[in-house]
């Protein structure tokens, strides 16, 4: 099996944090519970909330050594360095 991840780990909130940024939306300032969107999500009857909720709010990292030795070239610039001209590119 092949994790198609970038080699360069990134935390949930640099990722939360730069897409603000690149949205020109306040930056998040405190953490949060992980018990308060469980509820949220609960109360609205959804399921599924609870697993949605662990895939945002830990942080989650594939070894994807394997992939990239099989590509030409190698990873490109990480996601934080691509992300600005992602959000202008699908916020046209």
Sequence with gaps: MLHASHPEPVT???L???VCRALGLP???A???VSAPRELLAAAGMPGGRRT???LATDHWYDSSRLWSMVSGGARPG?????????R???R
């Design 53 to 55: 909720v662990s895939l």
């Design 16 to 18: 939360l944090t730069a």
């Design 12 to 14: 949930a909130r640099e």
């Design 89 to 91: 590119l699908v916020m």
């Design 27 to 29: 930056e998040p300032r």
């Design 31 to 33: 953490r949060s519970r």
């Design 79 to 87: 996601v934080l360095r691509r992300l600005p001209a992602y959000c």
